[in-house]
């Protein structure tokens, strides 16, 4: 099993910068695989960004790329979204995911196994 934890989300102006923290406990951090969803009020969860296992290699959503940066530190078992540039279609809850895979991570949220509670970030115009 893996708990994991989100925390950062909050309220911020449009153009504004928030970042999400998912922190891990249980099985070994580093074997696995993690993505970050969002889910607007009703709408499907939808993919956000992911990183590999080991942090080389950082996968985004078009909508997000080159405003959010995905990063993850091993030893503190917490994986990190930078959100920078914030619109209001950004506001959902935000959701860290893992998966225990060295390949490449899915971008179907199905595809992962474990799932923090969520934290809501409202970006106000």
């Known amino acids: 099993q893996v708990q994991l934890v989100e925390s950062g989300g909050g309220v911020v102006q449009a153009g504004g910068s928030l970042r999400l923290s998912c922190a891990a406990s249980?099985?070994?951090?580093?074997?696995?695989?993690m993505g970050w969803f969002r889910q607007a009020p009703g709408k499907e969860r939808e993919f956000v960004g992911a990183?590999?296992?080991?942090?080389?290699?950082?996968y985004y959503a078009d909508s997000v790329n080159g405003r959010f940066t995905i990063s993850r530190d091993n030893a503190k078992n917490t994986v990190y979204l930078q959100m920078n540039s914030l619109k209001p279609e950004d506001t959902a809850v935000y959701y860290c995911?893992?998966?225990?895979?060295?390949?490449?991570?899915?971008?179907?949220?199905?595809?992962?196994?474990?799932w923090g509670q969520g934290t809501q970030v409202t970006v106000s115009s």
């Open positions: 249980g099985r070994t951090f580093s074997n696995y695989a």
């Open positions: 995911a893992a998966l225990s895979t060295h390949y490449v991570p899915p971008r179907g949220p199905r595809e992962y196994d474990y």
């Open positions: 990183i590999s296992w080991s942090g080389s290699s950082t």
